[in-house]
């Protein structure tokens, strides 16, 4: 079965800074995603970042990269600039790409970011 | 369309009663999962669906629990005979899959409390 493990249950960094988020997984197959979700205090669980398990690019998108080993099967996500609407549940997650498609996820990092 | 709705928002119920969840997912999205969710861990896969298809039901999952999806439209998660280890956040969230999208849309959830 797929696993999910995040080591940090809990970071604090200073606004401004930047902070990397680990995240390794467990599988046999080549093909699936991985995905970073967050979830801010009371409310919706929303897409952060995605990657495609066959790309080799670092997925980015504004202030959110990821560094993707996939022989080491480790995916981290990075926050740069860091601001006070980052501050939540963020959980790491996994999902094929064929019709076992259930989204597995870690246990999350609590991030808070402060003033 | 205002995303995925879940009701009720809250839910107190007593220790052996029967209770029953319902989410609207996004409107033309197959996919719909189940999770749940206990304080400071991530979402548990409980089941999911393809349109009114139930492909999987965790195997942590008690017979007490029960999930169906009519017409392809909103779900519905019935518990019955609630126990106390029952009290979390029950979470759903609906995907695309039709049009490859692999971001999934979560709901506010619904918190049970078992008392």
């Known amino acids: 079965a797929q696993t999910v493990t995040q080591s940090q249950p809990e970071m604090s960094v200073q606004e401004a800074e930047t902070v990397t988020l680990s995240c390794t997984y467990d599988?046999?197959?080549?093909?699936?995603?991985l995905f970073w979700y967050k979830q801010p205090p009371s409310r919706q669980m929303i897409l952060v970042i995605r990657?495609?398990?066959?790309?080799?690019q670092n997925a980015t998108e504004n202030r959110f990269s990821v560094n993707f080993q996939k022989a080491a099967k480790s995916f981290s996500l990075k926050i740069s600039d860091s601001q006070l609407g980052d501050t939540a549940m963020y959980f790491c997650a996994f999902m094929f790409l064929n019709r076992d498609d259930k989204i597995i996820f870690g246990k999350g990092t609590r991030l808070h970011i402060l003033p | 369309d205002t995303g995925v709705s879940q009701n009720p928002r809250h839910k107190i119920t007593k220790r052996g009663q029967n209770v029953t969840f319902r989410c609207d997912p996004i409107?033309?999205?197959?996919?719909l999962y189940w999770y749940r969710q206990t304080l400071g861990q991530g979402p548990e896969f409980l089941t999911y669906?393809?349109?009114?298809?139930?492909?999987?039901k965790s195997r942590l999952l008690s017979d007490r629990f029960s999930a169906e999806r009519p017409k392809g439209s909103f779900s519905t998660l019935e518990i019955q005979r609630t126990e106390q280890g029952d009290s979390a956040m029950y979470l759903c969230a609906s995907r695309d899959r039709e049009r490859g999208n692999t971001e999934a849309f979560f709901g506010q959830g619904t918190r049970l409390t078992v008392v």
């Open positions: 599988t046999s197959e080549n093909n699936y995603y």
């Open positions: 990657q495609e398990a066959y790309k080799q």
């Open positions: 409107s033309e999205h197959n996919r």
């Open positions: 669906f393809q349109n009114e298809a139930q492909l999987e």
